[in-house]
């Protein structure tokens, strides 16, 4: 009978991941273009590690859309296509909307405003957006990014359902990947990118749920109107 899982298991899996998230950030900055190829090897030896955490590491992130697997020639970046742009915007839509009906019937995990507990989280998801707002109007793509994604995950987290916010986190990862091949086509994004962040947590805070979906709506209609201008 095998023995149990020994620190070095333990250390492969915290690679693999490690790996998967620097290659993420890779594409997210533009660093790995859109229909790139490479293979296990060429990563492997561009990090310094073995073949077995890498190759784990791109199987995770085809899984997650970001890259597609080639038998013979190894991976490549994902290409997405407006219309991909389109779906994952809707599918975004429909978790936030289901996130905020729950909220509104009194379903999830999201406690009373007066308590202590939804006030400290708020203000911390609200600090996030406060962050991600000053990215989005310096039009530093890259910090945005990475501001974003926190304030949606840590919102997420929110509503207590974790499934619902793993799969808006790999919604809006994949919402990234696509729009910013686009983006970087720019040479100054001051003025073009989002940044109701703030707005939308003080909605939440006083359930205000028609407020909340109204910033969502402007939001993607924002985002479908610059991606389609720019893909166009």
């Known amino acids: 009978m095998p ?24 594409v997210l900055a533009g660093r790995l273009q859109p229909g790139q190829e490479f293979t296990v090897k060429e990563i492997a030896e561009q990090y310094g590690v073995s073949a077995t955490p890498v190759r784990e ?22 290409e997405y ?60 793509l890259t910090v945005l990014i990475g501001y974003d994604l926190r304030f949606w995950r840590e919102l997420g987290a929110l509503f207590g359902n974790p499934y619902l916010a793993d799969f808006l986190h790999r919604l ?6 696509c729009a910013v091949q686009h983006l970087r086509l720019l040479t100054d994004l001051r003025g073009e990118l989002w940044s109701g962040h703030t707005e ?13 979906r109204s910033i969502i709506a402007a939001y993607n209609t ?9 893909a166009s």
């Open 3 to 26: 023995g149990p899982t020994g620190n070095g298991a333990v250390t492969r899996s915290t690679l693999r991941q490690q790996i998967a998230d620097a290659l993420r950030d890779e």
């Open 57 to 78: 590491a791109l199987v995770d992130l085809a899984a997650q859309g970001l890259l597609e697997a080639d038998q013979h020639r190894g991976f490549r970046v994902h």
């Open 81 to 140: 296509s407006f219309d991909d742009y389109r779906g994952i915007i809707e599918a975004r839509s429909l978790v936030t909307d289901g996130m905020f009906k729950a909220l509104d019937d009194g379903h999830m995990g999201y406690s009373e405003p007066g308590d202590p507990r939804t006030a400290a989280a708020l203000a911390g998801v609200r600090r996030r957006g406060e962050e991600a707002q000053r990215a989005a109007c310096a039009g530093d």
């Open 172 to 177: 809006r990862v994949q919402s990234w990947v």
């Open 200 to 212: 939308l947590v003080d909605a939440l805070s006083r359930r205000d749920i028609r407020a909340a």
């Open 222 to 230: 924002h985002s479908l109107t610059l991606i389609g201008r720019l």
